[in-house]
């Protein structure tokens, strides 16, 4: 399946500028069911007014801010569009920075970046430098009337680009954890295992939805007019001694 571009752009840094279209780099296959009536039919969801009940046409609604309990100020088509960020098809380089100190936990998604026309050189040359320099370009971008935090980055031959969260958007790590103190045992008996199971780079084709599997097998089953057989699976749970449970885990793996 060809990957069109779903919008344009303009990279900048300094004086230069390089043209760019945005692809992107995921394809939602996800499972899901309707709700449907017992005579078959699709359900069509209505809008009521919370407090009398009575159906409201979507088209006479207006959007409404919560700043208190039940306490609105309602705004306007109009008011809503005036909001919004004026359309600026630039990403603007603000600064370079480190490419490992891109935390994981911040970026929203990824999309892949392509030369526009009269940009190769430009994008190969940014791409290049960056991957040497192990460099990241941070910038804001203006899609569908919102400011994105973005990260450009070196990616294989080419450029991703990393919507991010803002930081008031990222939660702090603020988990209990226990201080352990972990036996010399443990910790080699513990290495050696993670050592077993180490394969080296992740390959995400070993692994599918195993959800997805089971419905479509199901649905497949109920078109040929087949009764499902529903098993219900029970965790197993055992309590074992930390360092036996790994001199166990390492056996069984052994042994397979």
Partial sequence: ????????????????????????????????????????????????????????????????????????????????????????????????????????RFIEKVCYLGPDKGGDKGYSLLAQTMKAMKQVGVAQWTSQGRDHLVVIAPFQDGLALYQCFYKDEVRDFEVDVATMTMSKPEEVVAGQLVSMLATGAFDPSKYHDRYAKRVQDAVDQKIAGKEIAVVVETAKTSVLDLYEALKASLKVKASS
């Fill in 1 to 104: 399946m060809s990957n069109r571009a779903r919008a344009t752009a303009t990279i900048s840094f300094g004086l230069v500028t390089i043209p760019v279209k945005v692809y992107t780099s995921v394809e939602s296959i996800g499972t899901s069911f309707n709700l449907i009536s017992k005579d078959g039919n699709r359900v069509q969801q209505k809008l009521v007014d919370a407090v009398t009940g009575a159906e409201v046409n979507r088209a006479e609604c207006l959007k409404g801010f919560e700043y208190a309990k039940d306490q609105f100020v309602t705004f306007t088509p109009e008011e809503i569009a005036s909001l919004s960020s004026t359309a600026d098809k630039t990403m603007a380089i603000t600064e370079f920075v480190d490419a490992d100190s891109i935390e994981p």
